[in-house]
């Protein structure tokens, strides 16, 4: 079966790790923007200077410059079987491009999940988020405790709050995920092709009903 997925969801919702699972369980390539972009800045290629200022100022890369990313990335042998898509598309133009790209590609049968959690549960998830300083390991004080208070299992360092996890911070950028990601949603809704799932609860078990929508 091949499986050719957009998966959409708040900054927060555990999105990230479930589509790293969902792609080693079906064989398929996790294509994150957000990754490639990173990426890019850190080799210093002339799409990382371009995008760098933008990303840092917490806006949107051109859309033509993302639609030829995801355009080349899906020509790749990897992405024959199928790919999960993580952060594309976030406007309506990237959406419509892409429908055109996977028709052309013999690519037909998009589908597209929306992971939902409410913005107080993601904001209450985020305040008791703690990052090692030392390993990028993260924990939750409630969810995933670390053994000793403040220190990381894996490497000893310290753990902290990263400085973007504040409530404000948050609640900024859920505020602008909605308002990017709303006419993405109702593209796909009028088409018939939007899923949604509750993403409230342990990770196996928002797993467990990831896999149910996809059957
Ligand atoms: P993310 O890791 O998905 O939150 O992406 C980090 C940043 O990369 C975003 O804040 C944007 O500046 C940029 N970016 C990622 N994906 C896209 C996209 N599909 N369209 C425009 N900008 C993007």
Redesign the pocket.
Same mark, same amino acid.
């Given at each position: 079966m091949t499986m050719k997925l957009i998966f959409i969801g708040p900054?927060g919702s555990g999105k990230g790790t479930q589509a790293k699972r969902l792609a080693s369980r079906f064989g398929i390539p996790h294509i994150?923007? %957000? !990754?490639i972009? =990173?990426e890019a800045v850190a080799d210093g290629t002339a799409l990382g200077q371009q995008?760098a200022p933008? /990303?840092a100022a %917490? #806006?949107?890369?051109p !859309?033509d410059l /993302?639609v030829g990313i995801i355009r080349e990335r899906l020509t790749k042998a990897d992405a024959k079987k199928g790919f999960i898509l !993580? %952060?594309?598309? =976030?406007?309506l133009v #990237?959406a419509e491009k892409l429908d055109t790209i996977v028709s052309g590609n013999g690519q037909g049968d998009l589908r597209v999940l929306q992971l939902l959690v409410p913005d107080e549960a993601i904001v209450k998830r985020i305040a008791l988020r703690r990052t090692c300083a030392q390993c990028g390991a993260i924990y939750h004080l409630e969810n995933q405790p670390p053994a000793a208070k403040d220190v990381c299992d894996k490497c000893g360092g310290a753990l902290i709050a990263r400085p973007d996890d504040t409530e404000t911070a948050v609640r900024k950028r859920l505020e602008s995920f909605h308002r990017q990601t709303a006419p993405v949603a109702s593209h796909y809704k009028a088409k018939q092709l939007l899923r949604e799932v509750n993403g409230i609860g342990p990770v196996d078990q928002v797993f467990e009903r990831i896999e149910k929508s996809l059957n």
């Amino acid at each position: 079966m091949t499986m050719k997925l957009i998966f959409i969801g708040p900054p927060g919702s555990g999105k990230g790790t479930q589509a790293k699972r969902l792609a080693s369980r079906f064989g398929i390539p996790h294509i994150s923007t %957000g !990754d490639i972009l =990173r990426e890019a800045v850190a080799d210093g290629t002339a799409l990382g200077q371009q995008a760098a200022p933008i /990303m840092a100022a %917490g #806006q949107l890369v051109p !859309d033509d410059l /993302m639609v030829g990313i995801i355009r080349e990335r899906l020509t790749k042998a990897d992405a024959k079987k199928g790919f999960i898509l !993580d %952060g594309f598309p =976030r406007t309506l133009v #990237q959406a419509e491009k892409l429908d055109t790209i996977v028709s052309g590609n013999g690519q037909g049968d998009l589908r597209v999940l929306q992971l939902l959690v409410p913005d107080e549960a993601i904001v209450k998830r985020i305040a008791l988020r703690r990052t090692c300083a030392q390993c990028g390991a993260i924990y939750h004080l409630e969810n995933q405790p670390p053994a000793a208070k403040d220190v990381c299992d894996k490497c000893g360092g310290a753990l902290i709050a990263r400085p973007d996890d504040t409530e404000t911070a948050v609640r900024k950028r859920l505020e602008s995920f909605h308002r990017q990601t709303a006419p993405v949603a109702s593209h796909y809704k009028a088409k018939q092709l939007l899923r949604e799932v509750n993403g409230i609860g342990p990770v196996d078990q928002v797993f467990e009903r990831i896999e149910k929508s996809l059957n």
